[in-house]
């Protein structure tokens, strides 16, 4: 299964849209984490803790996509968009959808 941002996949022929598939991650993070990015905010410096979230996150929806893919018997996933968001205190949402397509 090709999981791509982009339109297309060099080379192949897209013959059949087979519709729209997307995927929810919400991520709770615990106080500990917030406590250690809030004094990287005030003193500059990366958040791991929240970047390891976020990647988890990230891995979660992707593998929910390929397999609402899987589903609908596509070769591909195209045009994948992916958004970030903070809901509420402490949480994280990573929301994707993709199209998902069949070759000739």
């Known amino acids: 299964m090709i999981l791509t941002t982009s339109p297309s996949v ?13 995927a929810q991650a919400i991520m709770g993070l615990h106080v500990g984490k917030d406590i250690t990015a809030g004094f990287r905010n005030i003193i500059g410096g990366r958040s791991k803790g929240y970047e390891n979230e976020i990647a988890k996150a990230v891995d979660e929806v992707m593998e929910e996509l390929k397999a609402g893919g899987e589903n609908l018997a596509a070769d591909a996933v ?17 929301a994707a959808s993709g199209t998902a397509v069949k070759f000739g």
């Open 10 to 22: 060099e080379g192949r022929e897209i013959r059949h849209y087979l519709g729209v598939v997307s």
């Open 78 to 94: 195209v045009s994948i968009d992916l958004d970030y968001e903070s809901v509420g205190t402490g949480m994280l949402m990573v």
